[in-house]
């Protein structure tokens, strides 16, 4: 009898939920486009990203934060406000999804219809207030100087199997058990003076066999501090691509001592048990407010 008796209630509970909830119009979002900031004239450099997610509003009402590409149901009907914010996985941790300040959210108008599917491809670009220092090694004066008492390897200029973000040359560093440490640092003429309490951000193109760290250097009256940034962790030769990170600065200079300029660096050891230590790197970008 029991078994019968919830049978006869299914119908029930299911006519129920139909009723109180009605269909969905639908938002279907492509994934993110990077464009220039005519107002820029070239200064954000080559328009690479890992624009991972977006944080979606509907007429001003969080819906929630979504990986590109994605279909979410939406339960509002006619003209609405739609604004997606470009988002990004800072210092490449999948669960540390934070918009980037830097570039301008995306916004459309537009009538949500029920049981009909709205398609947006999302667009963004820099914001125009920004500051960038770049080392894209298309100029033979690389802003980046070896270490000459501790770095064995050298970072040098090569242009074989070019990707378009590439331009004529990227950086490229290699290691063996000679030449089994690189370490390099912006030249001194190119310290940053970065505010605190405003985003700021260090982006890299990079493909690398070995990992390599970033450090922040802070460079004031007291000395130089050296503070360790993330590691790009390493691939196997097989699967080698170029990738993208993200790496937050904002907070560690917001917290470091008054009056600095910041210098960037990097450091690689050689590997024994991988037959090819290889980083390439290209696109170095600290982007930030002034």
Request: a negative charge; aromatic letters at 12%.
């Amino acid at each position: 009898m029991v078994f019968r008796y919830l049978l006869f209630l299914l119908p029930i509970l299911s006519s129920s939920c139909v009723k109180n909830n009605p269909d969905p119009s639908w938002l279907q979002v492509t994934e993110w486009t990077l464009e220039a900031n005519p107002d820029l004239n070239g200064e954000e450099g080559q328009l690479t990203h890992k624009l991972t997610d977006a944080w979606v509003y509907i007429d001003d009402q969080l819906i929630g934060v979504f990986e590109v590409p994605f279909k979410i149901p939406i339960l509002k009907n006619g003209f609405s406000k739609i604004r997606l914010y470009p988002t990004i996985r800072v210092n490449g941790i999948a669960a540390t999804k934070m918009r980037n300040e830097h570039l301008e959210a995306f916004e459309i108008g537009a009538e949500l219809i029920q049981n009909q599917t709205l398609q947006i491809n999302p667009v963004t670009h820099y914001k125009s207030n920004l500051s960038f220092w770049i080392e894209d090694f298309e100029d033979i004066n690389i802003k980046l100087t070896d270490d000459p008492n501790t770095s064995s390897a050298h970072l040098n200029l090569a242009n074989d199997t070019l990707k378009w973000f590439n331009g004529n040359y990227y950086g490229r560093v290699l290691l063996n058990a000679q030449d089994s440490m690189w370490i390099a640092y912006t030249n001194q003429d190119q310290q940053l003076s970065i505010p605190k309490n405003k985003q700021a951000m260090l982006e890299i193109d990079y493909c690398n066999s070995v990992p390599f760290t970033h450090y922040l250097l802070f460079v004031n009256s007291n000395g130089t501090n050296e503070n360790l940034m993330p590691t790009m962790n390493k691939s196997p030769m097989n699967m080698l691509r170029w990738k993208k990170i993200y790496i937050l600065l904002s907070e560690v200079i917001t917290a470091g001592p008054n009056n600095s300029n910041y210098i960037q660096a990097f450091k690689a050891f050689h590997d024994a048990s991988i037959s090819n230590n290889l980083i390439l790197i290209d696109n170095i970008k600290v982007v930030y407010f002034q």
